[in-house]
């Protein structure tokens, strides 16, 4: 775990990490007619193992399902790199990474994200100079998950759903930032813990997913972890519902419960600053997403959707009425 | 604890519907379903319709079977003398299944893939070539999936290893 953080951790080699991936993906993507009909590259059935979600487990865009990722079956070792890039109306996300799955049991990821923050800062840097400071917050995501029963796609005859259980450790890399009273994080880390039911109903070609994730994150964790209103790991819902089109096409819809740990506006050591305990606005909305993903071959899927997010972060004082995010978000992934 | 439970009533079930059969033939008994078809059958006949009912289902077997012989993978299971056999097999088993108003009359999944060790990857390997076989013959997705619902379950019988796959050994005969 040591090893690999270090690796990733520095700035250069996220950059490094970064162009590898997007020219890979790129190569992969000009390359597909050449792959299409390479049936041994992998043994699951096409969109089954998910795609990555937004921390780089295998799921829907933002909900971790129980399906392990990479297209390798039970004897086999499969996974993918994946870049997904969410804009929305202020801000932007870049979030990178692979996942490895290992017969179908046990999966491995390690995603970095970089959240935008500088139209923020522009707007705030000159009312309170240097209180943001930075234009990106930057977080690293290594995540485990482990099948423990059922089989989501093969069972069709029964409910039983496929069942798995998963951490997702975050390091946010702001720490001092995150940490300070303009954001009011009690942690720059956290595991977030979660149980995960993912259940095909292939006659109906409907999936349904349910995920009860235990956590402090604050905004994915890009705004750290734990505040001033609760510092207690909470349990949050997710559901995610697929219909599949086609075998290669499938449409659906998330939502995600998320904490609302911070308490910035109330903090008192922000009144010399902004003036007003009501300026800086943190709190925090639930998520959900409407998608498309599409696995023009086995080795790649392509994900589209329409993300909202709710309040981020508002800023009265100087105008920066960021409460209602609405995203794009696009997400590329290319499996081994 | 899942896996015991199930496999227990998977157990009876089978216990309770297990006939003597004469070799490779299973006991039809008129108006129920074959007893080694492996699942239940449909209850409506839209799925068979929109196979094209067994005419439609002997032209997808026959690609099957090119598809089978052609993908390195299940090559090793389909690439002998019994494909004739086999692709009649499945259009009773498919027709049945989809309440079709044939009857099969095959062994059960388990003694069927006695002779060879099938893993996930050919398993998978199978019902992928199955949808590009229907799909040539233009099956609608969702009829597809009806089927694949029917069968899909079958990996339970089918599978007999997570290794390396072996194909199957048929036993020598004087004709």
Known sequence: MKTIKNHVNTKACNLLLGNILLTSALAAVFAAPAWADDAQFSNKLLLTGGVSQVEGSAGGGLTPWAVIGGYGSNNQIGGNVHYTYVKSSDYKLDTYGFTVGFYDRFEFSVAEQRFDVSKLRNKVEAAFPGAIGRDTLNQMIIGAKVRVFGEAILDADTWMPQVSVGIQYKENQDKDFIKSAVVGAKSDHGTDIYVAATKLFLD???????TLRFTKANQFGLLGFGGDKHDNYQPMLEVSAAYLLRKDLTVGAEYRMKPDNLRS???????????SNNSINLQEDDAFDVFVAYAPTKNISLTAAYVYLGNIATVDAVKADFGKQDAVYLSAQIGF | MNFNIKAV????LASSTLTFTLPALAEVTEGTRSASLGNTPMEGTETFIAFGGKEGLVKIMDDFMIGLVAD??????????????????????MCELMNGGCKYVGRDMKSSHANMKVNREGFNALVEQFQFAMDKHN????????LLAKLAPMYREIETTTGNAVPPVFAKTAE
């Not at chain 1, 109906?204 to 349910?210: F, I, Q, S, W």
């Not at chain 2, 009533?9 to 009876?12: C, G, K, R, S």
């Open chain 1, 265 to 275: 506006p109330l903090n008192p050591a922000l009144q010399p600053l902004t003036g």
């Open chain 2, 9 to 12: 009533i998977v157990a009876l």
């Open chain 2, 139 to 146: 099956v609608p997705f969702s009829a597809q999936n009806k």
């Open chain 2, 72 to 93: 390195p993978r299940t090559k090793p299971f389909f690439d002998n003398n019994k494909q004739t056999f086999i692709k009649a097999m499945l259009v009773d088993q």
């Open chain 1, 204 to 210: 109906k070609n409907l999936l349904l997913n349910g």
